[in-house]
């Protein structure tokens, strides 16, 4: 999408004289963050405005703000013995990952609504039951509506990590993974996106989308809400009220940087999980490729509607001005480097 999206611009840019655009590649959206380490760096600290967008199940402009959140490796070091002939002898690094479990599990009763705390297991100790586990270790990611928030929860999380270490008289120790600070919402760039969509139609799906899009929907465990809809989203959605969700993004470091858009774009049926095998499934069909060539519309338009008009520019700035007065704190450890992948 950005990719088309560039390419239309640079045309309108060679033809008009108006402005310029810079297309930037961000790898490792999920469990890297990678455009939070391109914001601790600088990198798009000279943009006027970003325009971007992110798959979906319907056509809008986001309006959401998303949760800032930290994610932390708590490793629990104890003492290996023999489960059967001399239990007394061990200290297990597993029991202290279940009680931290049950710790956070209570804490969840006594923080904000919009928080969220999740965790997977990253290392049990090993299949033995007859020995007890002297290692342990469980990812947790820790979400809230801004960084000082997710401050004060994770400090809470680090107590019951401690609490389930003197519990069972092992060592905590822990890392941070990545981080991400809340989104800016720009109203000004909001209302520009959406009268751009509202010039362009939206894709239709041929009888082979819907075709495969059925039996894909028949795999999904659709609400009466979704059940009602259309298979395909077949309108531009009003934008929706600015109150936060559960999930986060790495574009959120990116709108302290600068005033920045991002669109929601239906490239899935209706009722489709994010993060789920049907939302892969789709990545390749018919109508994912059309949409995505309707966001880089969408975003092409966009854009060209705030270089022609430098005083909706200018008053995107002043909101995002006076929303980030405080400044941009990278929520990163200065010396967290992006992760090592493996290459095949």
């Not at 934008?239 to 899935?268: M, R, Y």
């Not at 009722?271 to 109508?287: E, I, M, V």
């Amino acid at each position: 999408m950005a990719t088309a999206a560039a390419i239309a611009l640079k045309k309108f840019v060679q033809e008009t004289g108006k402005g310029s655009i810079t297309l930037f590649g961000c790898p490792g959206e999920e469990n890297g963050g990678g455009k939070v380490y391109m914001a601790r760096a600088g990198i798009f600290n000279d943009m006027d405005a970003i325009v971007s967008w992110h798959p979906e199940k319907m056509h809008m402009v986001r309006t959401r703000p998303s949760l800032a959140n930290v994610e932390v490796d708590y490793t629990f070091k104890g003492i290996a013995s023999h489960a059967g002939g001399s239990p007394e002898r061990g200290r297990s690094a597993l029991d202290a990952v279940e009680l931290m479990s049950v710790g956070c599990n209570y804490l969840r009763e006594h923080m904000p609504t919009t928080c969220r705390i999740h965790y997977a297991y990253l290392n049990a100790g090993g299949e033995a039951p007859n020995i007890v586990q002297a290692n342990a270790s469980v990812r947790y990611l820790i979400r809230a509506n801004d960084n000082e928030e997710v401050r004060t929860l994770w400090e809470r999380v680090n107590k019951v990590a401690k609490g389930a270490a003197m519990m069972t008289e092992t060592e905590v120790s822990w890392k941070v993974m990545a981080a991400c600070s809340n989104l800016i919402i720009n109203s000004v760039m909001q209302q520009t996106g959406y009268e751009a969509m509202q010039d362009i139609p939206v894709p239709v799906p041929s009888e082979e989308d819907i075709t495969f899009g059925k039996a894909l929907q028949a795999t999904i465990a659709l609400s009466k809400e979704d059940a009602a809809k259309p298979l395909y989203a077949e309108r531009v959605l009003e934008p929706a009220p600015p109150k936060a969700h559960g999930g986060s993004t790495d574009t959120e470091d990116v709108s302290w940087n600068s005033p920045t858009l991002q669109f929601h774009i239906a490239t899935w049926v209706t009722g489709t999980p994010g993060h789920s095998w049907q939302a892969a499934a789709q990545g390749k069909s018919h109508f994912a490729h059309e949409a995505l060539l309707y966001a880089g519309k969408v975003v092409a338009s966009t854009a060209m509607r705030l270089m022609e008009d430098p005083e909706r520019l200018e008053k995107a700035r002043a909101e995002f001005l006076e929303k980030t007065a405080g400044g941009y704190v990278c929520p990163l450890p200065g010396d967290l480097m992006p992760k090592n992948r493996p290459r095949d």
